[in-house]
């Protein structure tokens, strides 16, 4: 694909309930970094993936939060029991190497929790 | 803590001024910066990147960096209305991640 996907593009859920996101990132590209934006603040990190190295999961908020990235490729972030302080655009970025390298960003997810 | 500081803004220019937009970064061993530029509703897409001291110009667009004084700025040259967004500062070395700043506002009038 020419660019990073995200799906859903939005998402309305239940506080309490399980969700998934889903990345897929720019073909080749072995590093991908999952955001959180809340409405009208800056990007918050979460979770970094680079090729088959241990994921950097030290921005995640809680033990609520998981990601996983199958094949190297596509990348899946779930938050169980969800909140309503989960309520947020959730975007996926991805480089071709390392965070010095330029981070292309995909739509986003934009969650809410009622 | 890693930290990039911007003002928030909003910054308001007249249409074809130049408009400024600054931002510091706490840690010296970061070796890359980016600016993005966000629309309301729309995920962050790349302005401009910077690795060395000094200024970089691409159209408009010049990113100055001084790294002695941990200092990033963008100048926009002949502002337009479309240039009104959100402009992210972003610090970056090795293999962490990039650390953004929270975005200042900038507003072309008319």
């Known amino acids: 694909g020419a660019g990073v996907s995200q799906s859903p593009s939005n998402k309305v859920t239940e506080k309490g309930k399980d969700v998934e996101l889903r990345c897929d990132p720019i073909?080749?590209?072995?590093?991908l970094y999952w955001y959180r934006q809340s409405l009208g603040q800056g990007l918050e990190f979460l979770i970094y993936?680079?090729?088959?190295?241990?994921?950097?999961k030290s921005g995640l908020p809680s033990d609520r939060f998981s990601a996983e990235r199958t094949g190297g490729s596509v990348s899946t972030l779930t938050i169980q029991r969800t909140q309503q302080e989960d309520s947020a655009v959730y975007l996926c970025?991805?480089?071709?190497?390392?965070?010095?390298?330029?981070?292309?960003f995909g739509p986003g997810t934009r969650l809410t929790v009622l | 803590q890693k930290e990039v500081e911007q003002n928030s803004g909003p910054l308001s220019v007249p249409e074809g001024a130049i408009a400024s937009l600054n931002c510091t970064y706490s840690?010296?061993?970061?070796?890359?910066f980016f600016w993005y530029r966000q629309y309301s509703g729309k995920s962050p897409e790349l302005i401009m990147f910077?690795?060395?001291?000094g200024d970089k110009e691409d159209g408009r667009f010049t990113a100055q960096l001084n790294k002695a004084s941990q200092y990033v700025s963008l100048l926009i040259r002949d502002s337009q209305p479309s240039d009104s967004a959100t402009y992210l500062c972003?610090?970056?070395?090795?293999?962490?991640?990039?650390?953004f700043g929270a975005g200042t506002r900038l507003a072309v009038h008319p």
């Open positions: 840690d010296r061993g970061s070796q890359s």
């Open positions: 993936f680079q090729g088959n190295s241990a994921p950097d």
């Open positions: 972003a610090s970056g070395g090795g293999y962490n991640k990039l650390i």
């Open positions: 970025a991805s480089s071709s190497r390392q965070a010095s390298d330029t981070q292309y």
């Open positions: 910077i690795y060395s001291n």
């Open positions: 073909s080749g590209h072995t590093a």
